[in-house]
């Protein structure tokens, strides 16, 4: 069986990924959460992203597990992103680190080559890089955080479209923090 692209983000309960100048200080990630997100992330088969999610993230996580101050989750999950094998989208960047292919563009084909490579389900994140994944049909599953706050205005999880995509709830979960977790998968019949 093919590996699946699962759309992976954290999101408000109005839709927003991040507020204006791309601010994501109102995610409330715990221990609980962070720990559920390590072993949920440390068994996929690696990361898709797009330039700006993998900048903010290789700005941090490379170094984060040597930082005195880093929590025992955060260091755990600083060697599952260096040793995760990542695809970074973009058409501009020119150089990437840490186990990182970058591609410059998303094409069905090549995707659907990937998702038949042996290893577990592929990580989506990154609001613009999730659209075109999208709208070329792309996406497998979804697993929505929603944080229990209201921002009001910022980067929106989903793009304006006319296109209906028919979806099964697999799972919900309510963490201690108020974030729910929403696990769908693509309804395909």
Not at 118 to 143: C, H, I, K, N, T
Not at 149 to 160: A, D, N, S
Request: charged share 25%; net charge negative; proline share 5%.
């Amino acid at each position: 069986m093919a590996r699946q692209i699962i759309l992976w983000m954290g999101v408000s309960l109005d839709g927003y990924i991040e507020g204006p100048d791309r601010d994501i200080s109102w995610h409330r990630v715990d221990e609980e959460l962070h720990q559920h997100m390590n072993d949920e992330l440390g068994v996929m088969g690696g990361f898709l992203a797009g330039r700006v999610t993998h900048e903010l993230m290789a700005e941090y996580w490379p170094t984060a597990g040597a930082d005195p101050a880093s929590s025992p989750i955060e260091v755990e999950f600083a060697a599952i992103w260096r040793d995760m094998p990542k695809t970074v989208y973009s058409r501009t960047l020119q150089r990437a680190d840490w186990n990182t292919t970058i591609v410059r563009q998303v094409d069905a084909d090549e995707v659907r080559a990937l998702k038949e490579q042996p290893g577990g389900d592929l990580a989506l994140s990154g609001a613009d890089l999730a659209a075109a994944f999208m709208e070329q049909d792309l996406v497998d599953g979804y697993r929505i955080y929603v944080h229990p706050v209201l921002i009001g205005r910022g980067k929106p999880l989903f793009p304006t479209t006319d296109v209906v995509t028919g979806l099964r709830l697999a799972e919900s979960r309510t963490f201690g923090n108020g974030v729910v977790l929403l696990r769908y998968e693509r309804d395909r019949g």
